[in-house]
């Protein structure tokens, strides 16, 4: 429901019957309607519907059905094949399903008693004739020593799946940060709808919530008071949300920051104040202990009956999220509008982008406070700044986190009963998948709420919640029940995230994270380059992981 753009004219020929040509670049995303218009009357005389395909030349033939007649048609001829642009995804899928085959292999070979006794013997060999040749006295008590000190610890009680989860998360959101191959489903979406890089930021939040659960629970039951708890995440909350600031506006190595041009909100902004919510919920409603009636009524419910505060909470939380979204007044637009603005829905409501979530913003912080260039620029032509990790959208961020809170008690309440535990799992992302159809009618733009990142919708975040718990019910099964998995290599960065996270955003113009491109039109080369970028944050978290360091804040 976009207006018409002018895409160009076409000059008229040199005399009477003598054809005229133009050039003209086409996006290839989406499929799109040409429209030729008479220059004189600016009247419509032809109409194609085409989905072109990257790097094809095309003609469109524009002719008169026979010299009388005024009627014209419209073709369109292909000149020169487009690429298959989905060929170097294919390449590098197979390269890293061959490095990950291999390493596969070398894990289970070297757990075969022979290897690891011919290992053993060679490494002792190798051991003894240093310590001879060095002079250094008794080879035996040397090698023992070696030996005691490269056995296996023994593992802990920390869920491996959990972190898989949050690298699996991290490791995506780098790649579509540093620009994804500069596939379109590795961007963000316009407006309505979902790409691969509009899952990893929910992904996120949702496994803070269920980490909350867990590193609380532990807190109390340890004997730590809720009120100095209350100040560790309060300071926490505080420090995401300052290096939050530091990391998007990155004008401060060039002097003092301009309180003018400052951005506030952000994705670590929003992970600071979600945390902060979803924390204090906790640590008013949670229990110390988890000792339950098995025999009551609602045991099967246990982890929702218990929390019944916190849920009266949270449905007050959405249902401020929805009165202030479809009844707030916001000037010059119609009640309830969830649009882009710009030239979508035919240009009506140009300045209305987001509706009551982009006017909330711009009246609290300030137009020049926010983000200048959304995901909807670029399509609808926007012209209003509007913030997709705004002030509205994180109450919806707040619910997110809190059913992943759920995940947690649901891991806590039912401890080693795996059966129990995945069971739930699979009823949370089924009952969310339910209301998701419901919102959105199975549709993108039809239903009554449509998903859409940009406003973090009610149907955004069941989607994604639904998501959440089956990715979480797939981890949990193949990584610490069947132990098919160990989680490598989304194991490491998901234990050193916010560093990563940090890192990849302040080093993102620097080699050999960014690098001078032979040809910036090819796919090849920015996935090759995202690629490298991404797998030497995974290999710097694997040191990291080695050498025992992780930042905590």
Request: net charge neutral; glycine share 8%; hydrophobic share 45%.
């Amino acid at each position: 429901q976009c207006l018409f753009q002018v895409l160009g004219t076409v000059p008229a020929g040199p005399g009477p019957g003598e054809p005229s040509s133009a050039v003209f670049n086409v996006g290839t995303q989406y499929p799109l309607t040409l429209q030729l218009n008479s220059t004189n009357s600016d009247t419509e005389l032809c109409r194609i519907h085409f989905s072109f395909a990257e790097q094809g030349n095309y003609s469109l033939w524009i002719k008169n059905v026979n010299d009388t007649s005024k009627e014209i048609t419209c073709a369109i001829f292909i000149d020169e094949e487009p690429v298959n642009s989905y060929f170097p995804i294919l390449v590098a899928f197979l390269v890293y399903t061959g490095l990950a085959s291999l390493v596969a292999i070398g894990g289970y070979l070297m757990g075969l008693d022979v290897v690891r006794n011919f290992m053993y013997r060679m490494a002792n060999t190798m051991e003894t004739e240093r310590l001879i040749n060095s002079e250094l006295g008794s080879p035996s008590r040397s090698v023992e020593a070696s030996v005691h000190a490269a056995a296996p610890v023994a593992p802990g009680r920390r869920l491996r799946s959990l972190d898989t989860f949050r690298g699996l998360s991290l490791v995506i959101m780098i790649f579509v940060n540093y620009g994804g191959g500069r596939y379109w489903f590795f961007k963000h979406e316009s407006w309505n709808g979902l790409t691969v890089a509009d899952l990893v930021f929910p992904w996120f939040v949702f496994i803070m919530g269920t980490s909350i659960s867990l590193s609380l629970s532990s807190a109390l039951r340890h004997g730590s008071s809720r009120l100095r708890l209350f100040w560790k995440v309060l300071w926490r909350s505080l420090q995401l949300f300052m290096i939050g600031v530091l990391v998007i506006n990155p004008n401060y190595c060039l002097g003092p920051l301009s309180w003018d041009s400052l951005r506030i909100p952000g994705v670590l902004q929003r992970l600071g104040f979600t945390y902060l919510a979803v924390a204090v919920l906790e640590l008013l409603f949670s229990m110390t202990r988890l000792d339950t009636i098995t025999d009551a009524w609602w045991y099967p419910a246990q982890e929702l009956v218990l929390y019944w505060p916190a849920w009266l909470c949270i449905l007050a939380l959405e249902t401020v999220w929805l009165c202030l979204t479809f009844l707030l007044p916001v000037p010059d637009c119609p009640s309830g509008y969830l649009g882009p603005g710009g030239i979508g829905d035919f240009g009506q409501y140009s300045n209305c982008t987001g509706g009551a979530a982009g006017y909330i913003d711009r009246w609290l912080l300030g137009e020049n406070h926010i983000y200048q260039n959304p995901s909807s620029h670029v399509l609808y032509q926007t012209r209003m700044p509007y913030d997709p990790e705004g002030i509205l959208g994180t109450i919806n961020s707040v619910v997110l986190a809190f059913l992943g809170l759920q995940a947690g008690k649901i891991l806590l309440h039912y401890k080693d009963l795996h059966k129990k535990i995945m069971t739930r799992f699979l009823i949370w992302g089924f009952v969310l998948g339910i209301i998701s159809a419901i919102l959105t009618k199975c549709s993108r733009d039809r239903g009554f709420i449509p998903v859409n990142k940009n406003l973090w919708s009610l149907s955004y975040i069941t989607t994604l919640g639904c998501f959440a718990f089956v990715l979480l019910f797939i981890t949990y099964y193949t990584v610490d029940v069947k132990r098919w998995w160990s989680g490598a290599p989304f194991f490491y960065p998901g234990m050193n995230s916010i560093l990563i996270y940090v890192g990849h955003e302040v080093f993102a113009d620097y080699f050999p994270f960014k690098w001078k491109m032979m040809n910036s039109q090819s796919h090849a080369e920015h996935l090759t380059q995202n690629l490298v970028a991404t797998s030497v944050w995974v290999l710097v978290s694997y040191l990291l992981y080695r050498k025992k360091i992780f930042w905590k804040i």
